[in-house]
Antibody, heavy 123, light 111 residues
């Protein structure tokens, strides 16, 4: 089964840009899956951030869209997240996940997930 | 904020049955989008438990069962075991948001 591993700085200053990368192994990022980011603030629930297809097509959570860029690097079999103008509210564990395509649009589920990486926004 | 509502917590003794509800609306579960369920053990990433409304991935015991009616879905854990103590999340798609949504999460405690 494909494996996912997040990497990036664990501390970002307020108003800065949060940048994370998800390395895909034991599988190709050019498969039929969509590739997603999900975050979880400490002690709270899960929030879908957005997704990308290997073609570069993206879908974003409307609440984050103005600050969000998700990109894909097929040559390195990885995808990335950039979230700008961060505040303390963006402090969370960030997960990357493989979106398995269901029978029709909107039926995707997430499997597997990376182990997650904690990003703290603080000066 | 989450558009799928779950009870914050449920509990039961070993061997008992507990159920977790996931209540949505006509733009997600009620619009016939599939519901998926995840189990998150303490300190770990979520793990797929149920996909496509009713399907269990390989390795997930049949003690976990699901149902769905209108804008709501439910996950039942039969024969509760200590290792079932975790947080559980439902997930679906919302046509108003044009994106994926998660439930608020339910903590299952084994007494």
């Amino acid at each position: 089964q494909v494996q996912l591993q997040e990497s990036g700085p664990g501390l970002v200053k307020p108003s800065g840009t949060l940048s994370l990368t998800c390395a895909v192994s034991r599988g190709s990022i050019s498969s039929s899956n969509w590739w997603s980011w999900v975050r979880q603030p400490p002690g709270r629930g899960l929030e879908w951030i957005g997704e990308i297809y290997h073609s570069g097509s993206t879908n974003y959570n409307p609440s984050l869209k103005s600050r969000l860029t998700i990109s894909v690097d097929k040559s390195k079999n990885r995808f990335s997240l950039n979230l700008s103008s961060v505040t303390a509210a963006d402090t969370a564990v960030y997960y990357c996940a493989s979106g398995v395509v269901g029978a029709t649009k909107g039926q995707n589920w997430f499997d597997p997930w990376g182990q997650g990486t904690l990003v703290t926004v603080s000066s | 904020q989450s558009v799928l509502t779950q009870p914050p917590s449920v509990s039961g003794a070993p061997g008992q049955r507990v159920t977790i509800s996931c209540t949505g609306s006509n733009s997600n579960i009620g619009a016939h989008y599939d519901v998926h369920w995840y189990q998150q053990l303490p300190g770990t990433a979520p793990k797929l438990l149920i996909y496509g409304d009713i399907n269990r991935p390989s390795g997930v015991p049949d003690r976990f069962s699901v149902s769905k009616s209108g804008p709501s879905a439910s996950l039942a854990i039969n024969g509760l075991r200590a290792e079932d103590e975790a947080d559980y999340y439902c997930q679906s798609y919302d046509s108003n948001l044009s994106g994926y949504v998660f439930g608020t999460g339910t903590k299952v405690t084994v007494l």
